[in-house]
């Protein structure tokens, strides 16, 4: 019945703000098309039928409408009635409803249905498909925006201090047996005690959500069998995903969203969402229609100059999105200030973010979505982390995005892993990943913690993958194993390595806490993969994309406790010592008073590395001082503080090494606290001193604090 009143009174409404806003009586709409000559709002009842009103009034190309009475859980969409010239970038089709682009709540899935297309699928002309899609794809619903956040405030932790936990939704809650079934998999999962504290005794204090913005499960993959589980398949960038919800998905999911943001920041951690601004879920000029392209396709889509008809794709799933156009980069920064000022969260990282920055061809560090960003008083304060590349030429650009801006280290996540399997060569670059990677972000303004350092992520093997297969096992996704990456970084057990069982597995073990070690004493902001931590497999599918299912899923019933409880106890020692988490750069050279250089790298002989030293390809084994005197930082009442010095030894080769310790001058006593070689942190160990030689295990570190005279 207020379906029906509505229909008799439409009022003009406003153009802005553009989707559906609710003010406690009514419903504003409104829609950007540039190309539309009638747009019809499609409302819907509670038994589906479908109601339509043309919007009366359009404004600078948005075209909007008032509903008195139409109130949160109205299910609605659009018709766009304009011209239909694929050949001239032009694919309106009103017997299509299109999906909202600033619906905040999306209901249900698309059913792969030939009325979802423009053309007839098996018609090598593409004439004209004129069949209603309304029964076969999703609605947009209108939301209710009142939510008690309480005291909410954000944990506004630093960047040096931030330690990330990449997680998926569904893959961390949904086997977990302390989470009630129903919300397994849920953000309410997420938002559980039993979560909640896991990530707390952890230690992380930020959680990196895998696209939580509504996405599809593309046909190619239900036809087998197969679902979108990682999500990067984006069609609602103010919707969070619907099937998350445990409570509904007629704008229940958003109440749950919010909820577990609320929950996550009273327990001190911040919520990072991973956002696909890149493309959308509508594919190439053969994909379905489901929202943008039957808007305005040449408005959003980067469109091939000499064939209007097809598509540019610098992300490799047919479209990329047309960041030149202003009414693309303004639903962007809408969709980017709503998850902040509606719903929280703590920062983004954006895939393939090299994409967001072509204004024609190359990657420009000074296109209009970083300037946009960097002038916008809300998201300049979040925290911004790229994926700094994508797969178009030039689309490599490690160390090369803005100040504001953190990156994944694609390099430091490539030398870590080649050194620790022994390859040659490597110790200058491991070196300055090391210590911040330097040379990718000190001359742009930046500091050591615009690197976002890893070993793996969602994209690859797991740590217990990494360092147990010769090559990827991708057979359940349909492709002949063709797709994923051929990571030739994975640990080889091969001729070099042993070949008794117990030592492979004792060798796989002592990798797995080089590994995370040298993550979480490294400069720069480190990021854990979920279930890294306690030995997480994914049977070798390093591309696992499609698998919602156990693949994926963390097995909570066979979690590696000893392997957690390393981890936990590293990144507590992380948290403690200041020193491994610096704001600014090593010199090179003594400061704060101190005698002694603030870093300095050793050979096994006990004395500094120099030229021939580095250029030693050779050479295995490797020490580097931190000095804890030219660190200095303050307590509560504001006085400084001197962190303790450390010296780290690594050895990356096949055999035994012993290693001298440095001259007295760089310390008269040291203890040993931390060995991958017996197994993790030692309780107490006897006291060293200079020149006293240390028997290194191969494929191990050694972690050594100096002590006070005193001690």
Not at 182 to 191: E, L, M
Not at 580 to 602: C, E, M, Q, T, Y
Request: aromatic letters at 12%; proline letters at 6%; a negative charge.
């Amino acid at each position: 019945m207020k379906t029906v009143m509505a229909l008799q009174q439409v009022h003009p409404g406003k153009a802005y703000p553009l989707g559906a806003t609710y003010d406690g009586f009514g419903t504003n709409f409104s829609i950007f098309s540039s190309v539309a000559q009638r747009v019809e709002l499609c409302l819907f009842n509670e038994a589906g039928k479908e109601f339509r009103i043309d919007l009366p009034e359009v404004t600078a190309y948005c075209w909007h409408g008032y509903l008195p009475h139409v109130q949160p859980g109205q299910r609605y969409g659009f018709r766009i009635h304009g011209p239909w010239a694929p050949e001239k970038g032009h694919r309106c089709n009103p017997s299509k409803l299109l999906i909202d682009p600033y619906a905040k709540a999306i209901e249900g899935t698309v059913k792969w249905d030939e009325s979802v297309y423009s053309h007839y699928c098996n018609d090598p002309e593409r004439l004209l498909n004129e069949e209603d899609s309304a029964p076969f794809v999703p609605r947009a619903v209108v939301t209710n925006p009142y939510f008690n956040w309480d005291n909410d405030r954000p944990p506004g932790v630093p960047l040096h201090e931030t330690i990330i936990y990449e997680m998926h939704i569904k893959g961390f809650t949904c086997r977990h047996p302390g989470i009630p079934p129903h919300i397994r998999g849920t953000y309410a999962g997420i938002s559980h005690s039993a979560a909640i504290e896991y990530l707390n005794r952890l230690g992380v204090n930020a959680v990196e959500l895998m696209p939580v913005h509504q996405f599809i499960h593309d046909y190619r993959l239900v036809r087998q069998g197969l679902r979108n589980y990682w999500g990067y398949n984006s069609i609602g960038y103010l919707a969070p995903h619907n099937e998350y919800s445990s409570r509904g998905q007629a704008g229940q999911q958003v109440q749950e969203f919010k909820q577990m943001v609320k929950n996550l920041h009273s327990a001190g951690v911040e919520v990072i969402l991973d956002v696909v601004y890149n493309h959308t879920a509508e594919g190439d000029h053969s994909g379905p229609t489901l929202s943008f392209r039957g808007i305005d396709n040449a408005a959003y889509y980067r469109l091939d100059e000499n064939n209007p008809g097809l598509y540019k794709d610098y992300t490799g799933t047919g479209n990329s999105m047309n960041m030149r156009h202003p009414h693309v980069l303004q639903l962007i920064m809408d969709s980017l200030r709503y998850w902040v000022l509606e719903m929280h969260v703590d920062g983004f990282r954006f895939d393939l973010a090299s994409a967001l920055a072509r204004e024609l061809h190359d990657v420009d560090r000074l296109s209009a979505f970083f300037d946009i960003i960097q002038q916008d008083p809300i998201i300049s304060q979040v925290k911004l982390i790229a994926e700094p590349w994508d797969i178009g030429e030039g689309g490599y650009q490690v160390g090369n995005f803005p100040p504001l801006w953190s990156e994944w280290n694609g390099k430091y996540r490539d030398c870590i892993r080649d050194f620790w399997r022994g390859r040659d060569q490597i110790l200058t670059e491991f070196a300055r990943r090391f210590s911040g990677s330097s040379d990718l972000y000190e001359t742009t303004g930046r500091r050591p913690y615009a690197s976002v350092n890893f070993i793996t992520a969602h994209d690859g093997f797991t740590l217990a993958d990494l360092v147990s297969y010769n090559r990827k096992h991708n057979e359940d996704n349909c492709e002949n194993c063709l797709d994923g990456t051929d990571d030739n970084r994975s640990w080889n057990c091969g001729a070099e390595g042993p070949t008794d069982i117990h030592a492979i597995i004792s060798l796989r073990q002592r990798q797995k806490k080089n590994f995370l070690s040298t993550l979480f004493l490294s400069q720069g902001i480190p990021m854990l993969l979920f279930g890294d931590e306690a030995g997480r497999s994914q049977g070798g599918n390093n591309n696992p994309y499609c698998q919602d299912n156990e693949i994926s899923w963390l097995d909570w019933s066979h979690l590696d406790v000893e392997l957690l409880d390393f981890t936990r106890e590293l990144i507590s020692f992380r948290k403690d010592h200041p020193v491994f988490r610096k704001r600014g750069w090593f010199l090179g050279r003594p400061v704060h008073g101190s005698k002694v250089n603030d870093i300095a790298w050793f050979e096994p002989r006990g004395i500094q590395m120099h030229a021939d030293s580095w250029a030693n390809g050779l050479l295995q084994s490797i020490g580097v001082f931190l000095n804890g005197e030219a660190f200095r930082y303050p307590d509560l009442n504001g006085s400084p503080v001197v962190d303790d010095s450390f010296l780290i030894l690594f050895n990356k080769s096949h055999e035994n090494v012993r290693f001298v310790l440095p001259s007295e001058e760089w310390g008269s006593k040291w203890k040993k606290i931390l060995d991958t070689g017996a197994g993790g942190f030692i309780g107490d160990s006897k006291v060293l001193r200079p020149g006293d030689e240390i028997p290194l295990k191969d494929h191990s570190m050694l972690l050594f604090r100096r002590l006070y005279e005193e001690e």
